[in-house]
């Protein structure tokens, strides 16, 4: 099975812009989360989507938000970019038996700089 | 509210020694306890889980309610397991994984 796909790989952008990051599950897997990393925070929960539907949000602002599509891919959209933004924003997958089971496959992470 | 603390940020140990990445967490509920470990230049990747009670690598960490620990062991560390190690906490209501901030392990020659 191929791995948890994550696009683009890096980007650069100026403050003020929006960012759209997309993740591809491994295939079968029916929930995704996000989760930012950073050297002074270490890995932020940012939400968790399964079935399309949103389960939890991390302690992030509106300014994040994602969304789930019926084939179970991805995306997150961070808008009105600030500096503190810049990090590396990882995808995971996770199997469903019947629900999620916590076990996650993470992507390589999509590299965000925020200029 | 769900915490998970790595006492560790760095823990040093000669190859053949012992080895144990500290892990304690706080929750309120039945925990679901995980260990990633993220090796140079790869992706983060699950070692164990808490409920599968298998030795992965040589690594075991075992579930001390009473402590809330979820401490992860190697009897003989190699230079191979040099890597950053995540413990982590599933909230399985919430959907949600907490994760500590990470021990960096080095094993020297």
């Known amino acids: 099975k191929a791995g948890v796909t994550q696009t683009p790989r890096y980007l650069i952008k100026t403050r003020g812009q929006q960012v759209t990051l997309s993740c591809s599950p491994i295939s079968g897997h029916r929930s995704v989360s996000w989760y930012q990393q950073t050297p002074g925070q270490g890995l932020q929960f940012l939400f968790e989507?399964?079935?399309?539907?949103?389960?939890n949000k991390g302690n992030f602002p509106g300014r994040f938000s994602g969304r789930q599509f019926s084939n179970s891919r991805s995306e997150m959209n961070v808008s009105t970019l600030e500096l503190g933004d810049s990090a590396l924003y990882l995808c995971?997958?996770?199997?469903?038996?019947?629900?999620?089971?916590?076990?996650?496959?993470f992507g390589e992470g999509s590299r965000l700089t925020v200029l | 509210a769900q915490r998970v603390t790595q006492p560790e940020k760095l823990l040093s140990v000669f190859k053949g020694a012992p080895v144990e990445l500290k892990c304690n967490y706080s929750?309120?509920?039945?925990?679901?306890l995980f260990w990633y470990v993220q090796y140079s230049r790869q992706r983060l990747q699950l070692l164990l889980r808490h409920i599968s009670r298998e030795s992965i690598k040589g690594f075991t960490a075992d579930l001390n309610k009473g402590e809330t620990s979820f401490h992860l062991k190697k009897p003989f560390a190699q230079e191979e397991d040099s890597a950053m190690y995540y413990c982590a906490l599933y909230n399985t209501n919430a959907g949600k994984s907490t994760f500590g901030d990470g021990t960096t392990l080095t094993v020297k020659p």
């Open positions: 989507y399964f079935s399309e539907t949103q389960r």
């Open positions: 929750y309120s509920g039945s925990p679901e």
């Open positions: 995971a997958s996770s199997p469903t038996v019947p629900g999620p089971t916590g076990e996650l496959f």
